[in-house]
């Protein structure tokens, strides 16, 4: 599976910018799809993430000023991110939770797996 994450670039405070993280198939299931992100010298955090049932969840720091969606016919996860800061300044990360259930008729199991895309750089200035 192959995560692939576009739309970054240089924008100046309170500009936008919109992300798209376009995956290929299989057989499984996509759970849960999402953007993290990672600034320098910092930990990589939880920006937002949209379940399969199109529940949304996001970090506090930009709810209200981005929003995340999906189009499951194109496989590909959107990241909305307006009035843009300083501090939104990251390398940002798609990411997919996918099930695997072709063993859960033969034996109740099913697998998981995550998969990561090429971080994709958002630089804001001040």
């Known amino acids: 599976v192959q995560l692939q994450a576009s739309g970054g670039g240089s924008v100046p405070a309170g500009g936008s910018l919109r992300l798209s993280c376009q995956a290929s198939?299989?057989?499984?299931?996509?759970?849960?799809a999402g953007w993290y992100r990672q600034a320098p010298g910092k930990q990589r955090e939880l920006v937002a993430i949209?379940?399969?049932?199109?529940?949304?969840k996001y970090a506090n720091s930009v709810k209200g000023r981005f929003t995340i969606s999906r189009d499951n016919a194109r496989n590909t996860v959107y990241l909305q991110m307006d009035g843009l800061k300083s501090e939104d300044t990251a390398v940002y990360y798609c990411?997919?939770?996918?099930?695997?259930?072709?063993?859960?008729?033969?034996?109740?199991?099913?697998?998981?797996?995550?998969?990561w895309g090429q971080g994709t750089l958002v630089t804001v200035s001040s």
């Open positions: 198939k299989n057989s499984f299931v996509i759970d849960t």
């Open positions: 990411t997919q939770h996918r099930l695997d259930y072709r063993d859960y008729d033969r034996n109740g199991q099913i697998y998981e797996y995550n998969y």
């Open positions: 949209v379940s399969v049932d199109g529940t949304t």
